[in-house]
């Protein structure tokens, strides 16, 4: 038997076979992928069907998942190493395989490089588990489609040149910006913020082109708005280092690239050029950030550069007036709940934001002028990921404050307690 960590989660041991890590769709969980790709890079993707799919020569690899927990797991997302699939059935072509659920009927898939070499790492696919559940899929090998149709794409991020270099990204429950090089110096309203903006959506649907081409994204027309304020904060989970007593963060990013872009998983990072932390050292940062389909948690990896071992970081939670927040150092998590208003001063419902480290992380509360601050720190590598999640009472998924700290909690625990997935060659017939 073979234990791995790989991608998002460590795995747990349920049967003598090859464990992968799973990431959550709802939520992510743990992990580092390798170095990102090329900008624009483009997901290939199998389609579900009702009709089982023809073997071209049958099932290879065997893939059991079971839910170990006393809840259920919605739009869990499943990604499997090409490496260890080709371990268990040598000769496996990533680009030919697919996945079939247990009466062989096709189950939506991608294809997504994490390395930068334009060829697929890793089989990512979703399901859905009842509390105690085992469900069993398969690899095969068969013809993947060349196209998926528009309706199957839940996630999406890109480079907004015409909006001063934003980057902006969504799934079909949040959306979020942050903020590029050009707006530094836009002569009109120039700001220097490496703060996360969350916008607040109520429909399923992929909105931000349509935000940014009719520039109206400010008032709610029927599907949400940009409510939220960051200006110079940390907005919704942005960091900076803590050294000295302060928070020190970086300017607007200087760089981006899409690893990966749907159907079911968003992979993309930005860059941030070395600043000056109190000591002396300058510091610069990776963000890489994975966004899946129907979960309201971002996982974000940061990696630092130019510092000496372990560093302290802040992540943020901008203050706003009438947020209650929460901190809980048992889940390692901290959350506010606060009332929002569009840019005529009306009332538009409230909004939650909450930031989650990994299980067991060391969590400090501070605070800033700007913002609520959890204080942790990274590895000796300088690494450090944590999730971000936020929900608007309006779009009807999170009703209320209880209801935010249920789903916070919710995502702590699934991350504390990963699905199970075994992997075995394919029984021969």
């Known amino acids: ?18 464990y992968v890590a799973v990431a959550f769709a709802a939520p992510p969980a743990t992990g580092a992928p390798k170095a990102a790709a090329a900008a624009g890079a483009k997901p290939v993707a199998a389609a579900a069907g009702s009709k089982p799919v023809a073997a071209a020569g049958g099932n ?10 006393a809840f259920v797991r919605a739009r869990e997302t499943i990604a499997l190493s090409g490496a260890e699939l080709a371990k268990l059935a040598p000769g496996l072509e990533l680009k030919k395989s697919l996945v079939v659920d247990a009466g062989g009927r096709a189950v939506l898939s991608q294809l997504v490089d994490m390395s930068g070499d334009d060829e697929p790492d890793e089989l990512v696919f979703q399901a859905d588990f009842a509390p105690g559940e085992v469900k069993r899929f398969s690899v095969r090998l068969g013809e993947r489609p060349h196209a998926v149709a528009a309706a199957e794409y839940k996630v999406y991020g890109r480079f907004v040149r015409e909006r001063h270099d934003d980057f902006v990204w969504e799934n079909d429950l949040v959306a979020h910006r942050t903020y590029g090089p050009d707006l530094e110096t836009w002569q009109k309203d120039p700001l220097v913020s490496s703060g996360i903006d969350t916008w607040a959506k109520r429909t399923p649907k992929l909105v931000v082109n349509e935000w940014y081409m009719t520039d109206d994204y400010h008032q709610d027309a029927g599907q949400g708005a940009d409510f939220y304020g960051v200006g110079k904060s940390r907005g919704c989970g942005g960091l900076g280092i803590w050294a000295g007593g302060k928070l020190s963060p970086s300017r607007n990013f200087t760089r981006s690239r899409v690893l990966a872009n749907g159907p079911i998983r968003l992979v993309f990072e930005l860059s941030y050029a070395p600043w000056e932390v109190p000591g002396g050292a300058r510091i610069s940062e990776t963000k890489r950030v994975i966004l899946d389909a129907g979960t309201p948690f971002n996982r974000f990896e940061s990696t630092f550069s130019g510092g000496k071992g372990a560093l302290s970081v802040g992540i943020g939670i901008a203050k706003h007036a009438g947020a209650a927040l929460q901190v809980d150092a048992g889940s ?18 409230n909004l939650g934001c909450a930031v989650v480290l990994n299980p067991g992380a060391s969590l400090e509360a501070q605070t800033s002028d700007l913002d609520y601050l959890a204080v942790t720190n990274t590895d000796a590598a300088g690494r450090i990921t ?15 404050a209880a209801a935010w700290a249920k789903t916070v909690e919710g995502q702590a625990a699934k991350a504390a ?13």
Do not use: C, F
């Open 386 to 400: 944590y999730r971000v999640g936020s929900a608007w009472d309006r779009a009807g998924h999170v009703r209320d």
């Open 60 to 69: 290879l690899v065997t893939i059991t998942a079971a839910n170990p927990s």
């Open 1 to 18: 038997m073979t234990k791995l960590r790989y991608g998002l989660a460590s795995s747990v041991a349920v049967s003598l076979a090859v």
């Open 417 to 429: 307690v990963p699905l199970q997935i075994a992997l075995a060659p394919a029984a021969a017939k």
């Open 332 to 349: 390692s998590s901290m959350r506010v709940w606060e009332p929002v208003k569009d840019t005529k001063g009306v009332q538009s419902g």
